[in-house]
């Protein structure tokens, strides 16, 4: 958490370099602009680019980011200071300080591939908590085409070919920094330490135990990153 707390003064020059990750937040509000959110919350906010695009989409929602890092948190409220629809928690997709069934909209973008594998099914059941029944879940990260401990040979080559269509698009596209990051992180993701890649599927799975369903995944192109948008619905 150290690294984020320091990183959070460069984080928006790095990512929003990324094409991907600029056109991600922009899929994600697109897939919820006709949803009728009054609540919406923002886990893993970061400097809060999808709160802001969150206030832009619907304007009448009131946004409640939510973010371990005090870095970040610093940076996201110095960015919305005097803005009333917008509010902070320290917290995480685990633990999230929020009443159940509050909100009708949960975004996430790049974050819950820090959740644990043996964490997941959890994650998957508070994220329905906070969502009152019919709520949307939108949420975007790097995901693999297959599942695997670490060493498992299929898992680690889709892996180290993601990371390196990832960096190339960078490199592509003017954006060195995040190239570098991509490569730096690729050790720690093969290793799962702090990084755990996996399937788009493997989160179904565990979301629909939780109470979703309606899924819909949606490629970010270009496709051979694996950067894939997937939504949801909490049951009624």
Same mark, same amino acid.
């Given at each position: 958490m150290d690294h984020w707390d320091t990183f959070a003064d460069d984080y928006d020059r790095v990512f929003l370099e990324y094409p991907q990750?600029?056109?991600s937040i922009e899929m994600m509000l697109d897939l919820v602009s006709e949803v009728q959110a009054g609540? =919406?919350?923002d886990i893993g906010c970061g400097t809060g680019n999808v709160s802001e695009k969150v206030l832009q989409v619907i304007p009448r929602a009131r946004v409640l !980011?939510?973010? *371990?890092s005090e870095g970040m948190k610093d940076t996201y409220n110095r960015r919305f200071e005097g803005e009333s629809r917008v509010n902070f928690v320290s917290g995480s997709a685990l633990r999230m300080p929020v009443d159940d069934g &509050? #909100?009708? %909209? @949960? %975004?996430?973008? %790049?974050? &819950? /591939? /820090?959740? *644990? *594998?043996?964490?997941r099914g959890r994650c998957a059941s508070r994220l329905a908590k906070v969502l009152r029944p !019919? !709520? =949307? &879940?939108?949420? @975007?990260d790097l995901f693999t085409d297959s599942d695997g401990p670490p060493r498992d040979p299929a898992w680690c080559r889709d892996v180290i070919e993601k990371h390196a269509a990832a960096a190339y698009h960078?490199?592509?596209? !003017? @954006?060195?920094?995040?190239m570098l990051i991509m490569m730096g992180t690729l050790g720690r993701t093969l290793r799962q330490d702090g990084e755990y890649l996996t399937s788009e599927h493997t989160w179904i799975v565990e979301l629909e135990k939780a109470g979703f369903g309606n899924f819909l995944v949606v490629p970010v192109p270009p496709e051979d990153?694996? #950067?894939r948008i997937l939504r949801a619905v909490k049951s009624q």
């Open positions: 990750y600029v056109r609540n =919406v919350i !980011g939510v973010d *371990p &509050l #909100f009708d %909209l @949960a %975004l996430s973008n %790049l974050a &819950l /591939h /820090h959740v *644990p *594998p043996d964490e !019919g !709520g =949307v &879940l939108v949420y @975007a960078c490199l592509d596209n !003017g @954006a060195y920094d995040m990153v694996g #950067f």
